[in-house]
Each structure stands twice: as C-alpha cells, then as structure tokens.
C-alpha cells in the first residue's frame, strides 16, 4: 500500500480514530489495544498487495523475539558467552533472509560452474518489498538488547507465555510500524522501544504532523512525481536520441527528483509517526547544502548512515585502529552501504566512488581545520559536491552499464532540448531549491528563521504546498527507495 | 500546536492562501487559461482530454495518439468534439476507455490509424487506469481538481502561446476519398501479439459498430515511422477497415504534409490541426459541424 493511496487513506482514517477514540483506548489496557491495533493496521498496509510476504515478516517478528528473550534470560543468569551466542546467531539468521530473498540471484551468478537453471531459480527468488529496512530493525533489536541499551521493556519477555506474547507483539509493533516499515528511516530499537507506551490525543504535536505531512507530500506528489515522467525517458530508448542540452537537465532532474521522493517518504513517515505518538529521527537534514562527501553522508539518510556507524564502522574499529585501518573501514561501510541498496554492480560502485571519494577527502583535510571558513572555498566545495553527488546518482538511475556508456555517448550531441523536459526540470527542480534555501537560512539566518517559524507567513508557504498537492500532483509513481 | 510558535496566525496563513489560491485559479480557468490543449506533461495533456470528453456527451468522438490529441476537443472550446488521444499512447487506449463504458462515445467515432501498433503486447498504461479512479471522477465534476486546471500546466500552455505567437493560415480546399479508393488489402506478417491487437480492436469496433455508432478510420498527418513499419501498420489499417466493414481514409493523400505545419515535424500545429479535423468532420457527414475554433497559435 502506497502512502499516496486512497486505500491508504482509509486505513489511516479508521486506524487513527480506533487509536484515540475507542472505549480501549485508555485505562489499564490503552497500551495494548493502541499497539496491537497499530500492529493489525500494519498487516494490512503491508500484505495489502501481496499477503504472502507477511510470513517471512512473521519468521523474522518470532525469530527476533526468541533471540531478544533469549539474549535477555542469559544476561540476567551472567552467562555472557551464551548470550552471545544468541547474538551471532540472531543476526546471522537476519542476514541470511536478505542473503536469500535478495542476493541469492547475485552471488549465484558469480559462481563459476554452477548450472544455468540453478542460477536462474535463484534469480527468480521475489525480493520482499522493505526486507532491507525491517531486517535492518532486527538486528539492531538484538544489538541494543546485547549492549543493555534496551532492557526494562524487555525484561517482561524473561517468563514464557503471556509475557513472551506481549514481547512478541511489541517486537513486531517496532519492526512493522506501518510508517517505517517498508523504506525507513532506519530506527533504532534503543530509540523506539521507550517510546512503547499508552498515547493520548491531547499529547500530538501537531507542529510536526502538520508540516511534516504537507511537506512530505509536496516533496512526493508534486515535485517527485512530476519530475519522474521527464526523467523516466533517460531510461527508455529515447535516450539513444538525446543530445547534451536534455541529458544535462535531466540528470539534474534525478538528482533533484531523487531527493524529493526519499525525503519526502522521510517526512510522511515522521509526520504518521508523530499522529500516533511516536518520534522519528529525522532522515534528511537539507543534503544539497552540504560543502563535501563527508557533510553530505551527515546530512542524506541520516539513519541509514547512523545505523551503519553503530553497527558496522565502529565494530570493525571505526578511527581507533589506526589511519590505513580508518581507510579501509571507510571504505567497507560505503561498498556494503552501496550493496545494501540492490544487489547490482552499479550499487557497488556507487557506493565504492563514495568510500574512494570520502577517503580522499579524509586525507586532504588530515591535519587542516574540516570547516572551510572563506565564502569562495565554500561555495567551491558546494559545487563539487553538488556535481558528483549527481553524477554519481546515474548508476541508480540507469538500469545497466550500457545505459550509462549511451548517456556519456550523447552528451557528445549538441541538439536543441524539449520544452516539457526544461520547463518541468527547471519549475519542480525550482522547488528542490527553494527548500534548500528555506534550510541555508534555518542554519544561517537563525534569528529570522525563528520569527518566520509560526507565522502567517510560514502558513503562506504550507497554504500554497497544500493547494499544488491538490492540485498539481504527479502521475502517481512508486517511492524509488521501495525498490531497496 | 506543539512546535509551532503562533498556531492562531500560521493556521491563519494557511487557510487564507489555500483560499486565494483556489479563487485565482478558479479565476483563471474563467479565461482562456481553461483551454489547455497541452501542457508540458503527456500524461496530464491526456488526461485533461479525456476528463473534458467525459464531461458531457460528445456528437464526434476522436481516439488516437498524441496526433489525435493536437486536434482541438473540448478542452479547447471547441464543444461537441471529444478528443481521446493519448500522449505516448494508441488507439486502443482510447478505444477500451469507450468500450469498457468509463468514457461516453459520440454517434461518430473517429479512430486514428497510425498508431494501431503501438504498445503491442504491453500492459494498459497508467493513464487508462487512472481513469474512472477518484482523483479522474473529482476533475471530471469540479474543473478545479481537473488535468487542465494544474497550475504549471496553465504556466506551460502560456509560455507556448507567448512563444509561437500569431496564428497560422487556413483555408486550404478539402478533398474527400471514398474509403474504398484506399481500402489497401497489403499482404504482410504480423507477429502473435500484432494479430491480437488487429484482433482487439476490430472486436471493439465491432461491439460500437452494433450499437449504431458510424465510425471511420483516419490516417493522420504527421509522425515519423520508418518505411518498414509504417507498411506493417497500413496493412493493419486496412486489415481491420476490412473486417469491421469501416471506411478508412488517408488524410497525408487529401492533405500533403507540405501544406500543413507541424511543431516538432510529427505534430501538427494548431492551425494545422484545426484544418485537418475540418477535413475529418466532412468528409464523416457530420450535419452540423461542432464550431472549429479559429486560430488561437497555441
């Protein structure tokens, strides 16, 4: 179910009004009607197309319960080498469902010998929409409950049965949390599990419901989705046809269309969230702004970024191991962080030139200050970055490397460009930047920012998103980042 | 309102240009702006046709591709003609909105040949699926929600009439076929999934055809195809002119592409378009010609 949807719509209508409203929903039990109802909505938001993918969603809620429960008992009876044991094995199990639902096919074409027919059943193995995400979840479940990050809640699941069930459906609730659950952002259990409580109307922050979701859905609807029909053609065969004077500007287009479909996913999730009574880290912190790699990686996917420092840069070592160890771990992160994304080569090299390019920048800035303080140098890294940031988006764009050789061939052709494609980069893309500008002055302009926060003027700007999401919306497009 | 410093005044701000914005359109749509042939999205140009054919009955209906589509229908004005042509799309997107009954038909049905081959063997498209969904039922009973009524569509449309300026001449001398003179029998092979299409479209044709609806097969001028194929499609255009017993006529023989204009070299200009559909109308017989607007230069 998508979050454009009107079947979406319904749910989300129904669910909030049971949630808040429903004789269960305060007194002893509010807690357990609120997240079991959130849990049902989440069944149906995600076995709505296909209900067969809910039961490896149900192996993984089970098998991360028994793992947390087990993990939990160990602890508390000082066996540390059993519980870690747990550990291993839970998370090895976790990587090994997204081994086999979404890179079987992969690795088994890089197997030398082995039969064609094997390798083409491997390949047929369907990819579960939001299996990176929840997988993801999981893990850090077992992780947090392994470094006593989470353990007053999970202390309940020591004893077998109804509290083992009540520990099975909160895990559950945390993995499949319908706003999260198929592309993020990545929460970690140590953040969500506190938040598992009781919820009362009167305790929305409807601040953040209100721009989050008007935010979220003009960044998705009116400027993703528009953007999509134009940039689509650079993956069909008019692509053989374009000359420089498209191709630029719809590379561009990606860049910015791309953006406004992950961030805007982003702040829906955060803004369902927040109706619910749940807070969400935030996923994007204004990524065009950034003056190199480095800024950038802290301001894109904030909680995939943040996931993969916790649970992968520092357990290999992070900084600690010394500077060659650094490079290499950098560089780990970023290729996993680039195959965590599709089991393809253009993922792996996408995410390689990343951990290249970080670890380039990481050995210019050695021994120098990382801020740059002079206006030019400033604008100067937000140019470079700006442009490889984007060039490097064509090998998520492109289905193949042959699509990428044709897109360099044609920026040799010097032809005129279609309006539609200038005009619909030029005005949605507008919007992209208009956003970023919105952010530089959040960041720069501090003072003004906060009088602009609350006023007439800033309900100006959601009045006029609202009127184009109604609008002038896009032909309904899938998020890019379902794909993942 | 947690996290906002002023709920009163940011509601407030809200509402008002949530109003005024509504009013402007609204407006705007009162002008000429409300006539959107094309806007800078294939999808939206299409589908503000359809809304606006599907909006009250039609006495000429047109169904075809984006060479149909610059043929100037209601959402241009010009009452009575509804235009089904799909940007991107075929015939056959237009035809099964009509034979399926999510869009009216006209007592004439007027389908363009050149594209009966595109798209074969592929899934409906996204526009053929939207249609009849609520977000198609909302423009189609308020103009507001309406394709034609998108802000950066009325922007587009602007710019174009900013930009190609004053309007074509007209008034070239019609010249009307008898189908049977262009009722091409071409032998060729077509692929499993050509048959099924050639197969589709006369059944659809057919169930029209039974319910009394005059139809006539047109080949537009305009498009670019390789020799090779455009022969495939005439084949099929005759193929079908045959076996659901409906004229044909080539419009490129009554109107040379040299006497008409075209925007791009495959879609005719608006004069142009406007001529052509003169030409259609009466070499169909329709008795009383729906109004063809005059030369807008859009």
């Known amino acids: ?484 | 309102m947690n996290g906002s410093s002023h709920p009163g005044r940011f509601a407030f701000g809200l509402l008002t240009a949530l109003a005024a914005a509504f009013l402007a359109q609204t407006l705007l749509l009162k002008g000429p702006a409300a006539r959107l042939p094309k806007g800078e999205s294939n999808f939206f140009s299409s589908l503000a046709r359809i809304q606006a054919a599907a909006r009250q009955p039609n006495s000429v209906t047109l169904v075809g591709s984006s060479l149909t589509g610059r043929l100037p229908g209601m959402e241009s004005g010009n009452a009575g003609v509804g235009n089904l042509g799909v940007d991107g799309g075929s015939t056959v997107e237009g035809l099964s909105l009509i034979d399926s009954g999510r869009v009216g038909c006209g007592p004439v049905l007027i389908c363009e040949t050149n594209t009966l081959l595109v798209g074969v063997g592929g899934k409906p498209s996204l526009l053929t699926r939207s249609v009849g969904k609520p977000w198609f039922e909302a423009g189609r009973k308020c103009v507001n929600f309406s394709a034609a009524a998108r802000p950066s569509s009325m922007g587009y449309a602007g710019l174009l009439k900013w930009k190609r300026g004053a309007p074509e001449s007209t008034g070239m001398p019609f010249v009307v076929m008898d189908h049977s003179e262009v009722s091409l029998a071409i032998p060729h092979e077509f692929s499993d999934a050509e048959e099924r299409r050639i197969l589709e479209v006369i059944t659809m044709l057919g169930r029209q055809r039974s319910k009394g609806i005059g139809i006539l097969l047109v080949k537009l001028p305009g498009g670019v195809q390789e020799p090779g194929y455009a022969a495939k499609v005439r084949a099929a255009a005759a193929a079908v002119s045959s076996a659901a017993e409906v004229p044909m006529i080539d419009l490129e023989a009554i109107l040379p592409r040299r006497e008409l204009s075209f925007t791009d070299g495959a879609h005719l200009a608006p004069g142009s378009a406007a001529r052509v559909l003169a030409t259609i109308l009466e070499v169909a017989g329709i008795p009383e010609r729906p109004s063809v607007p005059s030369e807008t230069g859009r």
């Open chain 1, 1 to 484: 179910m998508l979050f454009n949807s009107w079947e979406f719509l319904v749910l989300l209508v129904l669910t909030y009004g049971l949630y808040y409203f429903s004789p269960w929903s305060g007194g002893r039990h509010g807690k357990a009607w609120q997240v079991t109802l959130l849990l049902a909505a989440s069944t149906i938001f995600y076995g709505w197309e296909d209900p067969r993918l809910l039961l490896l969603l149900g192996v993984s809620c089970v098998g991360n319960s028994i793992a947390t429960a087990k993990i939990i008992l160990f602890k508390s009876q000082g066996d540390e080498a059993s519980a870690k044991r747990w550990v291993r094995l839970a998370v090895i199990l976790n990587l090994a469902l997204l081994v086999v639902f979404k890179y079987a096919g992969f690795l088994a074409g890089l197997v030398p010998g082995l039969p064609v027919s094997w390798v083409a059943a491997m390949k047929a193995i369907p990819l579960p929409v939001g299996i990176s995400f929840y997988t993801f979840h999981g893990i850090s479940m077992i992780v947090d409950v392994w470094r006593g990050e989470v353990t007053r809640e999970s202390d309940d699941m020591l004893s077998r049965g109804k509290r083992f069930a009540k520990g099975v459906r909160d895990i559950g609730f945390y993995l499949m949390f319908f706003p999260q659950l198929v592309a993020g952002p990545i929460v970690k259990a140590k953040q969500f599990w506190p938040q598992i409580a009781a919820k009362l109307h009167g305790d929305v922050r409807w601040g953040v419901v209100v721009r989050s979701l008007i935010a979220g859905y003009f960044l998705k609807m009116v400027v993703a989705d528009n953007l999509a029909e134009q940039t689509g053609l650079l993956t069909q065969p008019a692509l053989a046809s374009m000359g420089a004077f498209e191709l630029i500007p719809l590379l561009y287009g990606y860049s910015l269309q791309i953006f406004a479909d992950f961030a805007g996913y982003s702040l829906i999730a955060l803004g369902l969230a927040a109706m619910f009574g749940y807070q969400f880290p935030d996923n994007f912190n204004f990524p065009y702004l950034s003056t190199s790699l480095t800024e950038f990686w802290r301001r894109w996917h904030l909680s995939l970024s943040s996931w993969l420092r916790d649970y992968l840069y520092i357990p290999l070592g992070g900084n600690r191991k010394g500077e060659a160890r650094t490079y290499l771990n950098l560089f780990i992160v970023m290729f996993l962080g680039g195959i965590w994304h599709g089991a393809e080569w253009k993922f792996a090299l996408w995410g390689s030139l990343h951990g290249l390019l970080l670890g380039v920048e990481r050995f210019w800035f050695r021994g120098r200050e990382r801020t740059v303080s002079s206006w030019w140098m400033r604008v100067a890294g937000w140019v470079y970055c700006f442009q490889v940031v984007t060039l490097l988006w064509l090998t998520f764009l492109m289905p193949d490397m042959h699509h990428i050789r044709l897109f360099f061939e044609g920026l040799g052709r010097i032809d005129g460009a279609r309006g539609p494609v200038l005009y619909t980069v030029a005005v949605f893309g507008g919007a992209v930047l208009l956003y970023h500008a919105a952010g530089w002055l959040k960041e720069h302009r501090q003072k003004w920012f906060s009088r602009f926060r609350g006023s007439w003027t800033e309900g100006v700007c959601y009045g006029l998103m609202l009127f184009l999401i109604v609008t002038n919306s896009g032909a309904p497009q899938g998020f890019i980042y379902f794909q993942f």
